[in-house]
């Protein structure tokens, strides 16, 4: 599958922000998805992930309650809704997809990802 992210930009501080990952090649459906950052100078992180029907997530400490991701198999898309951004939710934000396992997205192991999309957030 080729994952395509998109929507990342320039926010303020407390500003919302929605970025987008569109899947081609395979449908979404037999995927679980994550999304991950990688900030300046930092290692990347997972930020969200979903399994293949988006009936579970799992979210980092830091985004939860503020960030939501939801995914629509009918469209081959992922999201990332993001609320109440902070400056240091500032980096290059990625997709990630797997049909072998949730874990493999969680442990940072998935197969496919997208070229990134940057997220600025200025205070």
């Known amino acids: 599958v080729q994952l395509q992210a998109s929507g990342g930009g320039l926010v303020q501080t407390g500003g919302s922000l929605r970025v987008s990952c569109a899947a081609s090649?395979?449908?979404?459906?037999?995927?679980?998805m994550g999304w991950f950052r990688q900030a300046p100078g930092k290692e990347r992180e997972l930020v969200a992930a979903?399994?293949?029907?988006?009936?579970?997530?799992y979210y980092a400490d830091s985004v939860k309650g503020r960030f939501t991701i939801s995914r629509d198999n009918a469209k081959n898309t992922m999201y990332l809704q993001m609320n109440s951004l902070k400056a240091e939710d500032t980096a290059v934000y990625y997709c990630?997809?797997?049909?072998?396992?949730?874990?493999?997205?969680?442990?940072?192991?998935?197969?496919?990802w997208g070229q990134g999309t940057k997220v600025t957030v200025s205070s």
């Open positions: 990630a997809a797997d049909d072998r396992s949730y874990g493999a997205v969680i442990s940072d192991a998935a197969e496919s």
């Open positions: 979903i399994t293949m029907s988006g009936s579970s997530s």
């Open positions: 090649g395979r449908a979404l459906s037999n995927y679980y």
